[in-house]
């Protein structure tokens, strides 16, 4: 007998999916049965991810051009996933970008910038879709912050700032959806150094080895996470086996924050 895949049947919508932590999460959502629509604004990125998926999944995901940033944007994504599916269960804000400046040096249009991608989006994503979330008979928001919206860093302002309010954002958002008895919980996860290209700029033009080993020497478990290691909270919180997870703090951190 075929076992049944820990989100089978359930629809879901992942951003930033073109690479990194988004395309882990949507391959770990399809190879549990999950149907996903894999978004980005890297329109070839996320294509061929969602290529990837069909061809060991057949039908399980669908990719769209997304700009996080855009209402309009993200009211086509909530429709698509409508149209091709019928509803919605699983949403997972990944979209985000990386900034280092403190706060002397940060300017304000790239402060600004930060804000709208890494938060503003997170507003977008959770009010246009818990209208259809509800109406599919509820599911999960995962919301993809950071350790660095937990422990501060001197050149990571804008960063900070961002990440620390997709935390708090998520915990109204699980207050307000169980107010509202709609039957949808919504979590944040807060991953230290994943191994993506948002680690890149971390390097700042050093020698990438050099640079990730001096980053995993940070970590009490003496090595940086992969993005399996997010994807499989992300899959935790899907799964009904979080049913009674909600306005929670994961932390995906090798020790970090215990210090």
């Known amino acids: 007998m075929q076992a049944v895949g820990r989100v089978e049947n359930k629809i879901a919508l992942v951003t930033g999916a073109a690479q990194g932590i988004g395309a882990a999460c949507a391959r770990q959502l399809a190879a549990e049965g999950a149907r996903v629509l894999l978004t980005d604004i890297n329109t070839a990125g996320v294509e061929q991810q969602a290529a990837a998926i069909n061809q060991q999944y057949p039908g399980h995901a669908v990719a769209c051009r997304h700009d996080v940033c855009s209402a309009d944007d993200w009211q086509r994504a909530v429709t698509t996933v409508e149209k091709t599916w019928g509803g919605l269960h699983i949403l997972v804000n990944n979209a985000g970008i990386g900034a280092l400046a403190n706060v002397e ?25 818990i209208p259809l979330m509800r109406h599919s008979g509820g599911g999960s928001i995962i919301n993809i912050s950071s350790i660095s919206g937990i422990i501060a ?90 049913g009674f997870v909600t306005g929670s703090e994961l932390r995906i951190d090798g020790g970090i924050s215990a210090q």
């Open 105 to 129: 040096d940060e300017t304000l249009e790239n402060w600004r910038h930060v804000h709208a991608v890494d938060l503003d989006s997170v507003f977008l994503g959770c009010k246009l879709a």
């Open 153 to 242: 860093g001197h050149n990571l302002a804008a960063y900070n700032s961002a990440k620390a309010a997709v935390g708090h954002l998520s915990k109204s958002v699980a207050l307000h959806c169980a107010r509202t008895q709609s039957n949808i919980r919504c979590n944040s996860v807060h991953p230290v150094f994943v191994d993506t290209p948002i680690l890149d700029g971390l390097a700042q033009g050093a020698d990438r080895e050099l640079a990730l080993g001096k980053l995993a020497r940070q970590v009490p478990l003496g090595k940086i996470g992969t993005t399996d290691d997010v994807a499989y909270a992300v899959l935790y919180l899907a799964s009904d086996e979080s």
